[in-house]
Each structure stands twice: as C-alpha cells, then as structure tokens.
C-alpha cells in the first residue's frame, strides 16, 4: 500500500485512480514471481514516488491460529502466513488513522503451499469508518 509522500511526512493523495481496472489488470495475471526472490524484491521505477504505508494502520484479523495471526501475515518472508480458525468470513481489517490514497495493494497467496487456508474469494471495502465501508472490487 503506498501514498506519495512530501518532506513534511504528510500523505498527499494520488490522482484519482481506477482500482477495479488495477486489480484485473491481466498483465498482473500473467506475471509469475519466484517465491525466493519476493523477499529481496527491488521496488519497479514506476513507484519510486510512493511510499510504504501499512505501518501507519492498525492491523487486526477475525480469528487467527497460534503464531498465525497478524505478525506472521505482515511477516516479509513467504513462508509465514495468516491462518484464520473459527467460521467465516474471514476478516483482515486494516485502519488507518489519517485519510490516504492507496494506489497499490498486493495480495501473495501460494496455494500449494498452504492450500486449505488461501483464499478462493476476495472482497474489498474502504471507507472513512466502520459503518460506511463500500465494495470497489473483488477478485
């Protein structure tokens, strides 16, 4: 998730973007990525403006197994995840406590790896509260 950023530190929104047409773009579709290379991934030019965000929010899961829970899916290594244990749906709640634009989210799922927990569906909200969230995609 990424923001362009200014030197006070301040988030400074993105022009509006079409989130839906990033999310099935069918170049990403195609791409393949070598699990053992996406931990020492270089950043593409293109998103040399933007900035790392997810430390700037809250993170919270529905339910997690032990040693599965939100430290282990913000975990840069590919081989730690988020294991859900109880009935769904199954929820990642990500708040942040400012306004931002995010122009880039990227979801890394290995169902070889893990097949019983990753995910078949997913659906994505955003809001500025709990009680105003609105669907802008779904994979």
Known sequence: MATRGNPSGDSIAEPSTDLRAMIEDPELDSMEEDPATLDNAVPEPSLAHLREISALASWTVSTF?????VE????????????SDGPQPHLLNIHFFKLVSIVKLRVYLDFELDESYTPTRMVFLAG?????LTEFAEW
């Open 65 to 69: 197994k032990p040693d599965c829970g």
């Open 72 to 83: 282990a899916l913000r975990n840069s290594s590919t081989s730690q995840f988020w294991q």
């Open 128 to 132: 500025t509260g709990m009680y105003d």
